[in-house]
């Protein structure tokens, strides 16, 4: 077998590695210097040997790193270290170089003294790819995160997540790990009604492989459901799917203004539809009086007309006159109403304040209903427990008076009618009870709408604005009006009204 010369197997491999080879005092300085270090330096040997070699080759920025750990792999006497890095050319060019490094002794012969072997591989390209790679990375990330709505990944048959675009986050509230680690994480925060027909559409448009779009509610990490709009493709392997991808966006915005659409539109039908129906009650309520009315006009006069008027009796008369003056105030009464509901709605309800004593008002109405109350045959007692005294409006509290009396004579089924007037911290009050149908709970609020009656117009006639306009004035009056009753019980209404206003101009004007 020939004998190799070490030396010059060295140099051979030296020449034809890409591989850097250097040695290094323990005080830095170059002693060996290889090829492969003159290429990747563009340094001959005999300018880098005796160099400091972080003087050299180590761009400053790095000097200080570099040469903490070449006194620790010193110190230490490392057999084995390794260590990135960036090495600076003669021309100024940057390489990255993973070096290894180890303490060698007795290389020139002395056994004491020590030098750093180490080799060098030059990854620039790799470390290249690797940043490039990153930034393609994260320009993805900021490219899904900027999109205006979850860009997501997830398993076609688990529906489990892989991927979520961080405004899952921001538009749901939950953080993105819980969507790629809790199982089934999409279908439990479906909106529970929507649950079953979403995931089954979803399924059934995954195993077609047909790429489907749907809306659906979520429920948000703080309670409130999200209408979001999925946009789906079903990625298949071997005819089989295996990923979606997709993208929610969040249309609760579109949704509400819809909803909203809807809702006005369903309020406009219903106003037209109130309108013609109180056209028409309007009309036969405005028509009711003028028959009997008309019947009574037309007796009288046949009797001024006729020979025997002299043996009419006096009392005949005057029934035929006060009927036909019932029918003609209660066709006032109907007409006033109506100019005020137009009033009110169109904010012209217009208060003349004055001293009114609550008691004494009260007192002349029921007088002056008298005819009205015989014609009905109810007894109707008013008992005056206080004389509260307060700046309202005379007429218009009368008319509160009027209308609820109308109402106790109307629905209270014959039986009596109780009217008291009290004075409670600083307010009045004034009670009407009867003891006819009463009002079911439900129907209770209504009542005080425009047009809202508990009871059909074959059963009474009315026109469903006597409470709304008592709770207007009430209101105007800074008051309260509320009902308590219970159906076949009767029905008690409360008015309570302030003595004294505040901002009264305003309220007023
Ligand atoms: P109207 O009597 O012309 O229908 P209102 O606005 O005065 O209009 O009353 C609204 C509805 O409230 C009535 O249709 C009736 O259903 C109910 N209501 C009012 N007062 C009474 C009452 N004293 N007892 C029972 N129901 C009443």
């Not at 089954?200 to 409130?224: P, W």
Request: hydrophobic share 40%; aromatic share 6%; glycine share 6%.
């Amino acid at each position: 077998m020939p004998r190799i010369d070490d030396r010059r197997l060295i140099a051979a491999i030296e020449r034809i590695t890409p591989v850097l080879i250097i040695v290094i005092s323990t005080e830095g300085r170059i002693v060996h210097f290889s090829p492969g270090c003159e290429q990747a330096s563009g340094y001959r040997a005999e300018e880098a040997m005796g160099r400091l070699f972080w003087e050299l080759l180590v761009p400053p920025e790095e000097v200080a790193a570099m040469r903490a750990e070449f006194e620790r792999l010193v110190a230490e006497n490392l057999e084995k270290h390794e260590y990135e890095g960036t090495l600076q050319g003669k021309d100024g060019s940057r390489k990255w170089i993973v070096w290894h490094g180890a303490v060698v002794s007795g290389l020139n012969g002395d056994s004491s003294e020590r030098f750093v072997v180490g080799t060098g591989i030059d990854r620039t390209a790799r470390k290249e790819i690797e940043r490039d790679l990153r930034s393609s990375r994260e320009r993805y990330a900021e490219l899904m995160n900027s999109v205006d709505g979850i860009v997501w990944e997830a398993d076609a048959t688990s529906f489990c997540f892989h991927y979520v675009s961080s405004q899952a986050e921001r538009i749901l509230g939950y953080p993105v790990e819980r969507w790629l680690r809790e199982p089934n994480f999409w279908a439990n925060h479906i909106y529970p009604p929507d649950r079953d027909k979403t995931v089954d559409y979803c399924l059934n448009a995954t195993r077609a492989l047909k790429s489907h779009q749907f809306e659906y509610r979520m429920v948000a990490a703080n309670g409130r459901t999200i209408w979001l709009r999925d946009l789906v493709t079903v990625v298949a392997k071997d005819g089989k799917p295996e990923v979606l991808r997709g993208i929610m966006i969040d249309i609760s915005e579109r949704k509400k203004l819809e909803e909203e659409r809807q809702h006005l539109l369903e309020e406009a039908h219903e106003a037209v539809a109130l309108r013609n129906d109180f056209l028409s009650i309007a009309s036969h309520e405005l028509r009711t009086p003028i028959t009997p009315l008309r019947l009574q006009i037309s007796a009288i006069l046949r009797l001024i007309r006729s020979e025997s008027l002299a043996e009419v009796p006096r009392e005949h008369l005057l029934r035929l006159s006060e009927i036909a003056e019932r029918q003609l105030s209660r066709l006032t009464r109907l007409v006033d109403n109506l100019l005020d509901v137009s009033r009110i709605t169109s904010g012209r309800l217009k208060l003349a304040y004055e001293e009114v004593d609550l008691a004494s008002l009260v007192r002349e109405v029921v007088e002056r209903f008298q005819p009205e109350i015989d014609a009905s045959q109810v007894r109707v007692e008013f008992h005056a427990n206080a004389h509260p005294v307060g700046c309202w409006d005379h007429l218009r509290i009368e008319q509160i008076v009027v209308n609820l009396l109308t109402n106790a004579l109307k629905y209270g089924a014959g039986r009596p009618v109780h009217i008291t007037v009290d004075e409670q911290e600083g307010q009045a009050l004034l009670t009407v009870t009867d003891e006819g149908i009463g009002i079911p709970m439900e129907q209770q609020k209504k009542i005080f709408d425009r047009f809202g009656r508990a009871v059909s117009s074959r059963q009474f006639a009315g026109m469903g604005l006597g409470l709304f306009i008592i709770s207007q004035i009430v209101q105007a009056h800074q008051g309260k009006v509320e009902v308590k009753s219970e159906p076949g019980k009767g029905a008690t209404f409360i008015v309570k009204l302030p003595k004294a206003m505040e901002n009264r101009e305003m309220v007023a004007a």
